[in-house]
């Protein structure tokens, strides 16, 4: 891997503790002004000091992020779709690699669908992605998306997913966990990071999540909803940040998160 590639995964996955909390606020190229994501720029301000990068698309980096920021970006360059249409696993590439450089970012997300009739047309995407990210250095975060057509996100269909995309040749891959998640990690050679899904019932069961996929060998998260749709984002990301970097139990991160939200 050369230096660049290394520098900029390297400013993702922090090299003291190998890990990463990933801030995802890129639901809106397909999801439109979900809750608390109405006006990006309030939402991701007061998170960004906490986050070890961000991952959203240029429209909202361009309109809602101060470039003065020393926060990574990972740009989300897959999409073409929407909620309402015929199906979220048509989709192709929405931002060349070029614009990746002009916008300096540290890496670029793309999203698979496998199972889904656009598998094939994902993959190839994915890997033509690739080949121009290993030309300029920057590294490709794949992204096992389940499209509706498989709502199965269990060991097996994940460990396909996460697998075909190191194969080709993603540098790290956001996935979800799931019981015997360690089976997906054992069988990827390359680091996986955890998105948190649609928000959770309690703020233990996202640290209870979050722990878990740390022990089970993920290096970090890549979660949306469950922080800035929080009552207290601020408290909650910090408490993330407390079990991926400095391996805090559910109980020390929600001790944390207690006394934090009510500053
Ligand atoms: C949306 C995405 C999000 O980046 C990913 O799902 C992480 O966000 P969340 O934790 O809210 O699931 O890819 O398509």
């Known amino acids: 891997m050369d230096w660049g590639m290394k520098n900029r995964l390297a400013r993702i996955i922090k090299p003291d503790t190998g890990r990463t909390v990933m801030l995802a606020v890129d639901h809106g190229y397909f999801l439109g002004p979900i809750t608390k994501l109405e006006d990006p720029r309030k939402t991701i301000e007061p998170l960004l000091p906490y986050a070890d990068a961000i991952m959203l698309t240029r429209g909202v980096l361009r309109s809602s992020v101060d ?16 909620i309402i249409g015929p199906s979220l696993a048509n989709e192709e590439i929405i931002t060349c690699m070029k614009e990746a450089v002009r916008l300096n970012v540290a890496a670029v997300a793309f999203s698979i669908y496998i199972g889904t009739e ?90 209870q999540l979050t722990y878990d996929a740390i022990q089970k060998g993920a290096v970090g998260v890549d979660m949306g909803r469950n922080i800035w749709q929080s009552d207290h984002p601020i408290a909650m990301i910090q408490a993330i940040r407390h079990i991926v970097h400095k391996n805090a139990s559910v109980k020390e991160a929600e001790d944390l998160f207690n006394s934090l939200k009510t500053k």
């Open 118 to 207: 656009y598998e094939h047309q994902t993959l190839i995407n994915l890997s033509k992605l690739i080949d121009e990210g290993e030309e300029y250095g920057i590294p490709v975060l794949a992204v096992t998306a389940v499209g509706k057509e498989l709502e199965k996100r269990d060991a097996r269909f994940l460990s396909l997913a996460c697998r075909i995309a190191a194969e080709l040749g993603a540098k790290f891959i956001k996935t979800y966990y799931c019981e015997n998640f360690e089976k997906v990690v054992n069988s990827c050679p390359v680091p996986l990071v955890i998105a948190g899904g649609p928000k959770l019932e309690t703020e233990r069961d996202v640290f």
């Open 67 to 82: 470039p003065n920021t020393s926060t990574p970006i990972v740009l989300r360059v897959s999409g073409g779709q929407s």
